[in-house]
């Protein structure tokens, strides 16, 4: 038994000496236009939705359904969100493009767990470009987004622009359409599946 215990704690011991090696040597490449390995990505993926699914848990959700909540919504999405996040009329940006990983298409997909999107919109997710919005927003205006959202994907262009005032904001202070961007399109492809399992990582 002990000479099994020593053989264990030997190869723990070989195995993170291996690892940092590996971290200080700068082999591996950090930019953000080369994905993950699958490995990383998959564990990355787990440890980010545990965690928000474990620090939402137990936050109570207002109503979301009042039509001032939903308007004040529409107009901090527009202003904050859009460059990232997408809207309908605007298929991409010049910003959404380089960002890896990319985040959901919410005015497809939208948000599931309100609690989850409102405690990602104020807190954040480190290894992303999604901001903690609460440093510089009350709970109140963070719920006014987790309301819009969720109506989000059933609007067009028009129902868009009518709720928040303006058109969507394409990084560029302005709005662009996208529509026939095969480039876009790939790459909403390559991440199709992490849309599916985002928790509504905002940005």
Same mark, same amino acid.
């Given at each position: 038994?002990?000479?099994t215990m020593t053989i264990v704690v030997l190869v723990v011991v070989l195995a993170l000496a291996g690892l940092a090696a590996f971290v200080v040597s700068g082999s591996y490449d *950090?930019?953000?236009d080369k994905p993950h390995w699958a490995l990383t990505e998959r564990v990355i993926g787990t440890l980010r939705d545990r965690s928000i699914e474990r620090h939402a848990d137990g936050i109570s959700v207002p109503d979301l359904d009042d039509p001032q909540r *939903? =308007?004040?919504g529409a107009e901090h999405y527009a202003e904050m969100c859009t460059s990232c996040h997408l809207a309908p009329g605007l298929s991409q940006t010049e910003l959404r493009k380089g960002l890896y990983p990319q985040p959901p298409d919410?005015?497809?997909h939208g948000v599931h767990d309100p609690a989850e999107a409102f405690w990602v919109i104020k807190h954040?997710?480190?290894?992303t470009a999604m901001?903690?919005?609460g440093r510089s927003h009350d709970d109140a205006a963070i719920w006014d987004m987790v309301a819009f959202v969720r109506k989000l994907p059933a609007m067009d262009q028009a129902a868009f622009e009518a709720a928040a005032g303006r058109a969507a904001d394409d990084g560029h202070g302005g709005h662009e359409h996208h529509h026939d961007d095969d480039?876009? =399109?790939g790459g909403d492809d390559h991440h199709e599946?992490?849309?599916e399992h985002d928790h509504e990582h905002m940005h």
């Open positions: 038994m002990k000479k *950090i930019g953000a *939903i =308007q004040r919410l005015s497809k954040g997710v480190k290894l901001p903690a919005w480039g876009a =399109q599946h992490a849309d």
